[in-house]
Structures are given as C-alpha cells and as structure tokens.
C-alpha cells in the first residue's frame, strides 16, 4: 500500500474576517495545475455577494505553483494520489463547514476533476458544483466513490470550449457520460474561450449560483 504524502497545512484565502462569515452559504474555489489560491480568487468579486468565498491551494508544489496530484498522463498519476488530494481537502472543510448553511464548490481544469471527485466521496454534504473546463475523473470501480448516491437531482454547472487544446477527448467523454447520469446539468459551451475563463462565462455561473444556491 502506498504511504500517504505529508501535506502542509492548509492555505486558503477568505473574502469575509471571520467575525463575517457565520450562517452564510460558502463557496470554495479549487484552483487547476500549476496554479494557487491567487488565481481564482481574483473572481470573487464578480460572484453573487451573498457567498463567503474561501480559495484552497493545492498541496503539492509544481513549478511555480501548486498541484492536487500529478498529471492524468504522467507516469506518477493514480486513482490514490486524487483520493488523497480530495481527503485533504474535505478534512479542511470539515473544519469550517459547520458555520455555514450551505457549501458549494467551484473547481477549473484540474480544480474541477477536485470538485467532483469531493462530491463524489460526500454526495450529501454539497448545494452545488461548478465545474470550468475541466473534467471528471475516471474511478473504475472504486469502493469509495458513491455515485448510486447521486440520483440526478444536485445542480451542476459546466462550462467549456470545444477547442479546448488541454483537456483531452477521452476525458471530455467520461465526464459527459457521468454528468448526465448523476448530477442536474447546466452545460454551456463557448468559443473563443480555449482553456480559460472569459466575462460571459463568469456572468453565466452567477446566474446558475443565485438561482440553484441562493434562491433555493
């Protein structure tokens, strides 16, 4: 058996001191490869007021930045290092969670393959997922994955570009095929965006946002 990586300790950017934050729904952002807690959080300003945004940064160092577990197509990847990665990042919530009514993840690239792997594990324990340009991982058969708890009926959001020149079509089709069986989708597709964010996409989440989390 593999021996599980010692992680830091988490690192995680607020919108709201913590006096601000009590009963409000939390949204949290989950950054893709190479990245950190920077990248996305430059976003919460443009999101529905209502959230108390918290972006986490990915444990593992990579080039300039950070990452949740090694690339899909690197020799280091494995269903355990996503498992892990999710388990540290569900520990870290399960620290905050309670002073919430709500906790809803948005995830890009990498950062989404997070987000659903996370719901996945805890299907009862999310309002909704956001999910731009990225993917669902592939889990096989794996014992932890609880997606017979995911009946159809938890909002989702999936944003991309069908010319997105990173995520690869093998990913693009699994991840359809587990959207449509286990989540409520609201899919949009954009051009010109390639694998990125553009203005009217982030308009767009805010709409599926205010109307699925806030509103509900």
Known sequence: MTEAPTFPAPVVLWSHDE??????????????????????????????????????RAPMPMGPGFTWFP???????????????????????????????SVTLLGFSMGMAMATTMLRYRPADFAAVVGLSGFVID????????????????????????????????????TMGWVRKHVDLTKVLYTGMWHGINQQEIGHVGEFLTHKVLTD
């Open 139 to 174: 889990a096989g058969a794996d014992a932890a994955v609880r997606d017979d708890e995911l009946d159809g009926t938890l909002p989702m959001f999936w944003g991309r570009d069908q010319q997105d020149p990173v995520i690869t079509q093998d990913k693009i089709e699994y």
């Open 19 to 56: 006096s601000e934050r009590a009963g409000k729904p939390l949204l949290v952002l989950l950054h893709g490869y190479g990245s950190n807690e920077d990248d996305l959080f430059s976003l919460a300003g443009l999101l529905p007021e209502g959230f108390v945004v918290a972006a986490l």
């Open 71 to 101: 690339l899909t197509a690197s020799i280091d990847y494995s269903l355990e290092a996503v498992k892990q990665a999710a388990e540290y990042a569900l520990e870290w919530l399960d620290t905050v969670k309670a002073n919430h009514s």
